[in-house]
C-alpha cells in the first residue's frame, strides 16, 4: 500500500458530490496511491457509506470538539472553525506525505509526481499571485505541525478569514524561499471567467492537469438535463463547457447509482433522478427545483457548512405549500 494519500474535505453531502466525482476521476487518472476524506459529522450516513466505496479512508473530524486541547483554544475564535476543520489533513500522520485537493477540484491527468514535491507547495493564486491558492496543496502529515499552525490561528487569525489566508501567513516564505514549492499552474487551473486569461487557457487547455471551480458557481450547481445527459454553462464557464460536462460524466458513469434519497439536499434530489431516460413530471419538477437552487445560490452567501440543506428545505416547502407550474418553471430557469 502507498505511503502517500490524496486528501479532501467535505461538510455535508451536497460537498461530497464533488468529493465522490474528485475520487473517481483520480481513479480514471490512475493514480497509484490512497484516497483520504474527512468529514464532519453533518455528512450523512448514507454517504460516508458510498464515500467508503472510494476513498481508503472516510476519518470524521469536529469542526470544534471540547475533548481536544487545540479545538478548545479555538472555542474563543468560532469564526475560524471551518478554517480549523481543512487543517485537521495534517492528523492524517499514517501517510508520508500527502496532497490535498479541494472537493470543488477534477482531475483530468495524472498528477502523482506531485507527491516528489516537498511542503508546502502549492500553485499561485490567480487574483494574488504572491499568494498561494489552498485549493491544491502538497503537505507532510504531522501532529507538531497541525499544533503550531492552530496556535498561530489564534493569534493571528486569518487575513481573509478562510484556510488560505491563514495558510499563506503561515507558510509566509512560500512566494520567496524556493522555486520548487511554486506548482506550475496546470496544477490548480481556476475554472471561473473572471479569474481567467482566456487566450491562456485556450492556448494550454491540453495540458490542465487540475481544474478548480473556485468561486460561487460549483458544477453541481448548474442545469443539468437528465435525459440528454447535457450541462448548461453560463457565459461565466463557456471556455469550460467540456471539461464542465466531463465532471457530470463521472457523476453519471460513476456516482449517480450510489445515491440514496437518504442523503441530504441536493445528493438527496439527484438520486431521484433517472438519467437518460425520458423525464416524468416529477423528474421535471426535480430538475426544476435544481434550477432554482442554482439560482438561490447566487443570491445569498453558501459557503457555511449545511446552508444547502437550509436551502433545500426551504424550496421543498414553497412547493408542498404550492406546486410549480411550467410557466414559472421557465422563467426561473431563465433567470
Ligand atoms: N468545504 C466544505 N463545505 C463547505 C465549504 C467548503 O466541505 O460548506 C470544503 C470543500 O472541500 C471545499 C473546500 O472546503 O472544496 C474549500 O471551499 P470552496 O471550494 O467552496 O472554496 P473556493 O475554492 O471556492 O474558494
Ligand atoms: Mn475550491
Redesign the pocket.
Known amino acids: 500500500m502507498s505511503k502517500f494519500a490524496w486528501v479532501?474535505?467535505?461538510?455535508?453531502d451536497?460537498?461530497?458530490l464533488?468529493?465522490l466525482v474528485l475520487a473517481h476521476s483520480l481513479k480514471r487518472a490512475g493514480t497509484a496511491h490512497q484516497l483520504a476524506v474527512l468529514v464532519?459529522p453533518t455528512v450523512s450516513e448514507a454517504m460516508r457509506d458510498r464515500l467508503k466505496d472510494v476513498y481508503n479512508v472516510v476519518q470524521e473530524v469536529n469542526v470544534l470538539d471540547s475533548q481536544d486541547a487545540a479545538n478548545l483554544a479555538l472555542l474563543s475564535r468560532p469564526e475560524l472553525g471551518?478554517t480549523f476543520?481543512?487543517l485537521h489533513c495534517w492528523r492524517l500522520v499514517q501517510f508520508e506525505k500527502c496532497v490535498f485537493?479541494?472537493?470543488?477540484?477534477l482531475v483530468l491527468k495524472n498528477c502523482d509526481e506531485l507527491f516528489e514535491r516537498e511542503e508546502l507547495s502549492a500553485a499561485p493564486d490567480v487574483s494574488w499571485p504572491d499568494c498561494f491558492?489552498?485549493?491544491v496543496f502538497v503537505f507532510t502529515p504531522s501532529v507538531e505541525t497541525f499544533n503550531k499552525i492552530t496556535e498561530y490561528a489564534v493569534q493571528h487569525g486569518s487575513f481573509d478569514g478562510?484556510?488560505?489566508g491563514l495558510l499563506n501567513q503561515y507558510f509566509a516564505d512560500w512566494s520567496t524561499a524556493d522555486i520548487k514549492k511554486h506548482l506550475p499552474f496546470v496544477y490548480n487551473v481556476t475554472a471561473y471567467a473572471s479569474y481567467c486569461y482566456l487566450p491562456a487557457f485556450k492556448q494550454f487547455r491540453d495540458k490542465i492537469k487540475i481544474l478548480?471551480?473556485?468561486?460561487?458557481l460549483?458544477p453541481w450547481l448548474l442545469q443539468f438535463n437528465s435525459e440528454t445527459k447535457t450541462v448548461s454553462t453560463p457565459t461565466d464557464y463557456a471556455h469550460a463547457q467540456d471539461l464542465i460536462q466531463h465532471w457530470w460524466n463521472i457523476f453519471c458513469d460513476s456516482v449517480h447509482d450510489s445515491l440514496s434519497d437518504q442523503m441530504a439536499g441536493l445528493a438527496g434530489a439527484l438520486s431521484q433522478l433517472r438519467i437518460g431516460a425520458q423525464r416524468t413530471p416529477e423528474q421535471e419538477q426535480y430538475e426544476n427545483l435544481m434550477r432554482r437552487q442554482c439560482w438561490e445560490s447566487g443570491q445569498i452567501d453558501?459557503?457555511?457548512?449545511?446552508?444547502?440543506d437550509n436551502i433545500w428545505k426551504k424550496i421543498t416547502q414553497t412547493l408542498e405549500a404550492k406546486p410549480e407550474t411550467s410557466s414559472e418553471a421557465d422563467q426561473t430557469g431563465s433567470s
Open positions: 479532501t474535505l467535505t461538510t455535508n451536497t460537498y461530497s464533488g468529493a464532519t471551518v476543520t481543512k485537493l479541494d472537493a470543488d477540484t491558492n489552498s485549493g478562510g484556510d488560505q478548480h471551480f473556485a468561486g460561487k460549483k453558501y459557503s457555511g457548512a449545511d446552508s444547502f
